[in-house]
């Protein structure tokens, strides 16, 4: 029957264009239409990253409660974090319509959002009636017309210093022109610099954990540039990893030629890639959130074999119903009694080499 309900609602849904079906499903959470999906408390799923006590190791990506306005719901949901945003400082509309595409055979979402989003008075706003035990992420970008990006990012450190669990500085959208070219070493050293020292000058009582969102999309001289700079700042952690501009092994050949950055399915396998390969070039202490194409409990499981501690989802929720991520729970419950593991975490980096080996 819950089959049944899943299949009906994401026909529902379909029959309207992805951007209305969005505004959709945050209406229903709103008020309730999506009812909560509690998940058993396992000990073995809980992990303590970067100082954070996570119930359990999935989370929702940034990308999907933009304006922090469901936060709490989505926990409801059996997610063990959540992250709203991405968050500008001024208020910005994004990009022209139609800017989100479904690519159904692929089960692939491509996007060319822009950062559309009510800025940060309104996400602070609501943020200030969470919680504060929530386990609630807040991802900072910059405007598209900023005179001066890594100031907009120092002002969301300030701005969410006393209300976010942790941040996440993303530098890796492909929808705001230049965004990328932080990651270039030079640039992405000041502007760690920057933040994390805002970071510091607003702790307070808290140090609040900052993770660096990267692309898919990397060289290997790239990924050692990031690698260098991660470990040579106080960074908390990175999530790897952003929507990629690749369009290998699409069967919608006509959605493909849609410009954005493509997630979903067929992004498991680069963006695991990737998160292997940093794995490797950070060590085991950096805490990494592992995301890209995360549909089931054994994608789950198998970013957490490549070297992720966390994981994260969205795009696949598309296809798969809000009740994704019970499942994906349970399935990784039922994979520690199966192998008889004291944690979840027994499993992390068992396949590292694996994928680090293969080609980008």
């Known amino acids: 029957m819950n089959r049944f309900i899943d299949r009906t609602g994401r026909r529902a849904l379909f029959c309207f264009d992805p951007e209305t079906a969005h505004g959709l499903s945050i209406a ?19 992990q303590t990253i970067a100082g954070l006590s996570f119930p359990n ?47 159904k055979e692929d089960e692939a979402v491509i996007n060319r959002l822009g950062f559309n989003n009510e800025g940060h008075d309104a996400a602070f706003a609501r943020l200030s009636d969470c919680r504060r035990d929530a386990l609630i992420g807040v991802n900072i970008g910059a405007n598209k017309d900023s005179a001066d990006r890594i100031g907009d990012y120092v002002l969301g450190i300030r701005r969410f210093a006393a209300l976010a669990r942790y941040f996440t500085v993303n530098i890796s959208s492909p929808n705001t022109p230049g965004l990328r070219d932080l990651q270039a070493r030079e640039s992405l050293a000041t502007l760690l610099k920057a933040v994390l020292s805002a970071r510091d000058e607003a702790a307070g009582e808290r140090r609040v954990p900052v993770f660096l969102k990267i692309a898919p999309d990397l060289t290997e001289e790239g990924l050692d540039d990031i690698a260098a700079e991660a470990l040579a700042h106080p960074l908390d952690g990175l999530i790897v990893s952003n929507t990629t501009l690749s369009r290998d092994g699409l ?15 067929p992004l498991f396998r680069r963006s695991t890639i990737v998160l292997a390969k940093m794995r490797q070039r950070v060590g085991p ?61 027994d499993i992390r980096d068992t396949r590292t080499s694996f994928w680090a080996a293969e080609g980008l």
């Open 251 to 265: 069967t919608d050949a006509a959605q493909a030629k849609e410009t954005g950055g493509l997630s979903g399915k």
């Open 57 to 103: 190791p999935l989370g929702l990506a940034a990308g999907y409660d933009k304006n922090a306005e469901v936060p709490e719901a989505i926990l409801k949901l059996g997610f063990g974090f959540t992250e709203v945003g991405t968050l500008t400082p001024r208020p910005q509309a994004g990009n022209d319509k139609p800017r989100i595409f479904r690519l």
């Open 28 to 46: 229903a959470l709103k008020t309730g239409l999506v009812p909560a999906k509690p998940v058993r408390a396992d000990p073995r799923l809980r």
């Open 285 to 345: 202490a950096l805490p990494i959130i592992g995301v890209g194409g995360v549909n089931s409990g054994e994608t789950a499981a198998e970013k957490i074999r490549a070297g992720a501690d966390l994981v994260q989802l969205y795009s696949c929720m598309v296809y798969h119903g809000p009740r994704l991520p019970g499942h994906i729970i349970s399935d990784l419950s039922h994979l520690c009694a199966r192998e008889q593991l004291f944690s979840i975490r």
